[in-house]
C-alpha cells in the first residue's frame, strides 16, 4: 500500500494563510509517502509569491515528507514580457525545483512530472516530443507491482465544466500525449488547472486513452474557487496497480477533513467504481 496526497493550485499570493497552516498540519500528522503539488503554485510567479511557495515545501520535507512539483501556467510570468520569453521558469527553478520534470520511485510507486506550462499561451498546457520520450523511458524498467503515476498541471484530456457545461480545451498533440502514457502503462493520471475535484476512467473519455484512471485535485489553498467547491486536496491509497482509493480531504471552515471517500478497481479494460470503503480517521 501506498499513499499519495495530491494537492493543485496552491497559488502563492492569492492564498489563505490559515489553510495553508491548515494543509500542512495535516499533512504532517497523516504523512503520506509522497505529496505531489500538479502546479500553480504561486499567482504571478512574483519573487515574493516564489519565496512564500518555496518556504511551504521546505517546512513539509524538514517534517520529513517527500515532495514532488511540476510548474503550472501561473508559474510563467505573464505581464513581464522579456522574462516570460527569455526565462520563464528560472525563478521557479530557483525557489521550487530546477527539475522540471521531476521523478520519485520507491517500493510501492514511480511518480513522473511533466512541465505543460508554455510561455506562447496565455493558460493552456503542452507536451512535446521530447516529454514523450521520456515518459515512455522512465516507465519502461519500473517492477510490474509498482503503480506508476503521471503528475501534470494541465489535465491530459476535456474536463467536463461542470454547471456551465461542456468541456476544457485539451493540451497541445494531445493524441500523442496519450500514446505515450498508455505505450508506458500509466496508471494515475494527476492534473489540476480548473480547481475542480474530477475523477474517472481515461477510457471512458477517450477510446484509445489506454488504462490509467484520471484524477483532478481542487484548489488547495488558492481563494480562486469555482463555485460549488471548497479548497481541497486528494488523498489517494493505492493498494495495488488494480484498486485505489480517492478521498477527497475538502475544508471545512476550521480544518481540513475527509469528504467523498471513492473505491475503483480495474477490470482489465478500465477502471469502474466499487463499493466505497468505511470512513477513516483520515483528517
Not at 512564500?52 to 524538514?62: I, K
Not at 516529454?131 to 503521471?150: G, K, N
Not at 497541445?172 to 494515475?188: E, N, S
Request: aromatic share 8%; proline share 5%.
Amino acid at each position: 500500500m501506498a499513499r499519495i496526497a495530491h494537492l493543485s493550485d496552491v497559488h502563492f499570493g492569492a492564498h489563505d494563510p490559515q489553510l495553508v497552516a491548515a494543509a500542512e498540519a495535516w499533512l504532517v500528522e497523516n504523512r503520506p509517502d509522497l505529496v505531489a503539488i500538479s502546479g500553480d503554485f504561486t499567482q504571478r510567479a512574483r519573487v515574493a509569491q516564489y519565496r512564500e511557495a518555496g518556504a511551504f515545501l521546505d517546512r513539509l520535507e524538514a517534517a520529513g515528507l517527500e515532495t514532488l512539483g511540476v510548474p503550472g501556467n501561473h508559474d510563467v510570468p505573464l505581464y513581464d514580457v522579456i522574462r516570460r520569453f527569455v526565462r520563464p521558469l528560472h525563478r521557479y527553478r530557483r525557489y521550487i525545483d530546477d527539475d522540471l520534470c521531476p521523478w520519485f520511485e520507491s517500493e510501492r510507486l514511480a511518480v513522473l512530472g511533466i512541465n505543460t506550462a508554455r510561455s506562447l499561451t496565455f493558460k493552456d498546457g503542452r507536451i512535446d516530443r521530447e516529454q514523450m520520450a521520456l515518459i515512455r523511458e522512465r516507465f519502461r524498467d519500473v517492477p510490474e507491482q509498482r503503480t506508476r503515476v503521471l503528475v501534470t498541471h494541465h489535465p491530459l484530456f476535456a474536463m467536463p465544466i461542470g454547471e456551465e457545461g461542456g468541456l476544457t480545451k485539451v493540451v497541445g498533440r494531445h493524441q500523442d500525449a496519450l500514446a505515450a502514457v498508455a505505450d508506458a502503462g500509466v496508471h494515475l493520471l494527476l492534473a489540476g488547472h480548473f480547481h475542480r475535484s474530477f475523477s474517472g476512467s481515461a477510457r471512458a473519455m477517450v477510446k484509445n486513452a489506454g488504462p490509467a484512471l484520471v484524477i483532478q485535485a481542487g484548489t488547495a489553498t488558492s481563494t480562486r474557487l469555482r463555485a460549488g467547491e471548497a479548497q481541497s486536496f486528494n488523498l489517494l491509497t493505492a493498494h495495488a496497480n488494480d484498486a485505489v482509493d480517492l478521498q477527497v480531504i475538502e475544508w471545512d471552515g476550521a480544518a481540513f477533513a475527509g469528504r467523498d471517500h471513492a473505491r475503483f478497481g480495474f477490470d482489465g479494460e478500465q477502471w469502474q467504481p466499487r463499493p466505497a470503503p468505511s470512513p477513516t480517521a483520515a483528517g
